[in-house]
């Protein structure tokens, strides 16, 4: 397997058509934004309220993409798409620790990849002078990789 096979496989494996999965994320990912809007004023700006905000775009974005119907059944006649929805074609869903695991793992995500972002802040907005971008990404790596571990630990054993 190679090095873009596994970072695919972590971040866009599970993608696929399914409306409470998409549910679960969208309502987690909003609950973490809501977090990161009613921290106070002086504190928003600081790590933990800004790992918040960068998970919550991720685990967001990929409840969105949950919501997208895939187009495996373009082209296909009336029972040959019968056929494919049917209850043998269906994928399993993996178990609720390893499911857990992943919620964490796509929210470590965001400040792991999104830390550049926090620059940005720093350009609009000049009176942010030191914008904690390593503590951020370091959260981030943590969440990613602890999420990751649960996923691990759990798939091995079933």
């Keep these: 397997m190679t090095l873009r096979e596994l970072f695919l496989e972590n971040l866009a494996g599970d993608l696929e058509y399914h409306p409470r999965r998409a ?3 969208l309502s987690l990912g909003a609950a973490a934004l809501c977090f990161w809007m009613f921290s106070p004023v002086e504190r928003k700006f600081t790590t933990i309220p800004l790992v918040f905000a960068l998970g919550s775009l991720t685990v967001l974005l990929k409840g969105v993409f949950f919501l997208r119907k895939s187009s495996e059944g373009l082209g296909l006649t009336q029972p040959e798409l019968a056929n494919l929805s049917g209850p043998s074609n269906r994928k ?13 793992q796509d929210f470590g995500a965001g400040p ?6 926090l620059n940005v802040g720093k350009d609009i907005d000049s009176a942010w002078g030191n ?4 503590p951020v990404f ?16 759990t798939s ?3």
Excluded at 131 to 134: A, K, V, Y
């Design 23 to 25: 549910a679960v994320y």
């Design 92 to 104: 399993s869903l993996p178990s609720d620790n390893s499911q857990a695991g992943q919620i964490v």
């Design 112 to 117: 792991l990849l999104l830390w550049p972002l």
């Design 131 to 134: 914008p904690p971008r390593f």
């Design 138 to 153: 370091i959260t981030g790596a943590i969440l990613f990789f602890l999420g990751w571990l649960v996923r691990r630990l």
């Design 156 to 158: 091995s054993s079933s």
